[in-house]
C-alpha cells in the first residue's frame, strides 16, 4: 500500500499558468505602439469628403475647381468657363486672383483616377502656397 501512495504523490500535476511570457509580448506591443504613434499622427490636414457625403447647397457660393487631367495637365474652372494654365504657378495665380474678389468662395481639386498621386498632392501644396486655407477634394457620388 505505501508503493501506490508515493507514486499518487508523484504523479500529482501543478494547474499553474505561467503568464510571464505573456507580459513580455504585452511589453512589447507597447513600446511598439508609444514608438509609432507620433508617426502614424503627422500628416496634411486636408478637408476629405466622407464617403456618403452630400452635395453642395445650391445657394452656397460656386466653387473655384482646380483640375489635373489624366495628362498632367492644369485647369481652373471659374463659374462656367475653364481656363487651361501653364503650370502650377499660373493656375496659383488665378486661384488668388479669384479668391481676392470673393475671399468665402470654396476651392476644392479634381484630379482624374489614372493621374499619379505625386500631381494631386502638387496641386494641393501649390494652392496652400498660394494662401488658399481649406482645400476640398471632389469625387463621384456613391450609387
Given at each position: ?42 500628416g496634411v490636414t486636408v478637408d476629405l ?46 486661384v488668388v486672383r479669384e479668391l481676392s ?43
Amino acid at each position: 500500500m505505501q508503493v501506490q501512495a508515493r507514486s499518487r504523490r508523484r504523479s500529482r500535476q501543478v494547474a499553474e499558468i505561467n503568464v510571464v511570457p505573456y507580459i513580455d509580448v504585452m511589453l512589447v506591443l507597447l513600446v511598439i505602439f508609444i514608438a509609432t504613434a507620433p508617426v502614424v499622427m503627422q500628416g496634411v490636414t486636408v478637408d476629405l469628403p466622407k464617403a456618403e457625403a452630400e452635395a453642395m447647397n445650391e445657394d452656397q457660393l460656386t466653387p473655384i475647381i482646380a483640375t489635373v487631367d489624366r495628362a498632367g495637365q492644369y485647369y481652373v474652372s471659374l463659374d462656367t468657363q475653364s481656363v487651361k494654365a501653364d503650370g502650377l504657378e499660373a493656375l496659383s495665380q488665378i486661384v488668388v486672383r479669384e479668391l481676392s474678389k470673393d475671399p468665402k468662395r470654396p476651392v476644392v481639386v479634381q484630379g482624374d483616377a489614372q493621374v499619379p498621386y505625386d500631381a494631386v498632392i502638387q496641386l494641393m501644396n501649390a494652392l496652400k502656397q498660394a494662401g488658399v486655407s481649406s482645400v476640398g477634394l471632389v469625387t463621384e457620388p456613391l450609387s
